[in-house]
């Protein structure tokens, strides 16, 4: 019995997490950044100083948080990877990735050599946010927060938050990329992003902030082209898997103005392959409520809705029309046609030429619905 105290004692010094190490001591990798120059793989990354971050949360502090960049280069991803390790002083996480951002020269030949490098890291989880670029990748990750806010926090990191009140381009992770890289008939939109200086100040100065400029159509795993805002009007109703929020500014016949915001959209696509060319159907069921209705005495929720609707059409026809033009199939209808049917599918690929450039937009039917009128006045239908 009298060895019983001092055995619980040994026990006791024996348990806990004896190999545990602080956060501040490991370096915990938040964005990559991933370039291709002269047949080398050219790897930034984003290191935060997680320290800082806890101490912004339980007080308010002055000044910006600390960013290190760091860079690496190899003949494969994995080779560019452990580039990095010699001088990184502390063991380096992967698994907080929040963000990948691909250049431009990358896209246009290599982007399927990186995300399969990528996928094959097991440090690196499927759910990053992924984008493109045509600037400068450390540009983008020396960008700074607004009001002493954490980087977490920024559009490069969190883009979700941006896309509930401003649903300009959805943003995507790299698992859905997959489709655009892999699949013999998909086409995902890849959001683009730039630095600018023209918008926000600080102290006087500009500051640098990472803004939504369009998006990439990544197809067979490669670039297809730059898809611009104009493209870009179209496709929300019709690409995009939801639309949170989106400004529509309609003109009624007195040329007063009224702006609508778009709060949901499902579209049903169809693709006919009977005659020559294949038609496309589409239909679109949209819902919104009026945000500014200026001076507007005598509008009717009729009117407007006819009016939404025209417009939306114009917008899906014209966009159609312009990715058309660049061999871009903006609202992925050559994957319809090959999950619908694969041997038409077949035939019209072995003409050699790019699948969207033989379709035919036919139908369009938009059906708008009004959920509210904030505190505006509308006349009875």
């Known amino acids: 019995m009298r060895a019983a105290p001092a055995i619980l004692a040994l026990i006791l010094l024996l348990t806990g997490c004896w190999d545990m190490k602080e956060a501040q001591n490991i370096n915990f990798i938040t964005a990559l950044g991933i370039d ?6 050219i790897i930034y990354t984003q290191l935060l100083d997680f320290a800082e971050i806890a101490k912004q949360e339980g007080t308010v502090k002055t000044g910006t948080g600390k960013v290190w960049i760091g860079k690496g280069e190899g003949r494969t991803i994995d080779e560019a990877l452990n580039s990095l390790y010699s001088a990184s002083q502390q063991r380096t996480f992967w698994t907080h990735v929040r963000a990948v951002v691909f250049s431009n020269t990358l896209l246009d030949k290599h982007l ?7 996928i094959q890291t097991r440090d690196l989880r499927y759910t990053p946010w992924v984008f493109g670029t045509y600037q400068n990748i450390p540009d983008i990750f020396s960008s700074i927060s607004l009001l002493n806010e954490s980087v977490l926090n920024s559009e490069l990191l969190d883009p979700e938050e941006i896309f509930r009140q401003y649903s300009f381009v959805e943003p995507i992770r790299i698992i859905k990329l997959m489709n655009g890289v892999r699949e013999p008939a998909s086409t995902a939109l890849l959001p683009l ?6 918008v926000w100040k600080g102290e006087g100065k500009p500051v640098s902030q990472v803004k939504l400029v ?4 990544i197809a067979q795993g490669a670039n297809r082209g730059l898809v611009n805002p104009t493209m870009l009007q179209g ?3 019709i690409a995009f898997d939801r639309m949170d929020k989106f400004p529509l500014t309609l003109t009624l016949e007195d040329s007063t103005p009224v702006t609508l915001s778009i709060i949901h959209s499902h579209s049903d696509v169809g ?4 005659g020559e060319h294949p038609k496309v159907h589409i239909r679109a069921r949209v819902k919104a409520y009026i945000a500014d209705a200026g001076m507007a005495r005598r509008a009717t929720a009729a009117a407007i809705d006819e009016l939404a609707e025209k417009k939306i059409e114009q917008d899906i ?3 159609f029309d312009a990715a058309k033009a660049k061999q871009i199939d903006i609202y992925n209808l050559e994957e319809k046609l090959y999950r619908d049917n694969q041997a038409r599918w077949k035939e019209l690929m072995s003409r ?8 035919e937009l036919d139908e369009v039917q938009v059906e708008m619905k009004l959920v509210h009128s904030s505190s505006y006045k509308l006349l009875n239908r």
Do not use: H, N, W
């Not at 291709?36 to 793989?41: P, S």
């Not at 992003?193 to 023209?198: D, N, R």
């Open 352 to 359: 050699g030429k790019p699948l969207i450039t033989l379709m």
């Open 193 to 198: 992003i730039s630095c600018t200086t023209e």
């Open 214 to 217: 369009g998006a990439y159509a």
């Open 271 to 274: 693709v006919s392959t009977e």
């Open 36 to 41: 291709y120059v002269e047949g080398r793989f």
């Open 112 to 118: 399927t050599e990186a995300v399969t490098g990528l």
């Open 317 to 319: 026809r014209r966009s």
């Open 235 to 237: 496709a929300r109703y």
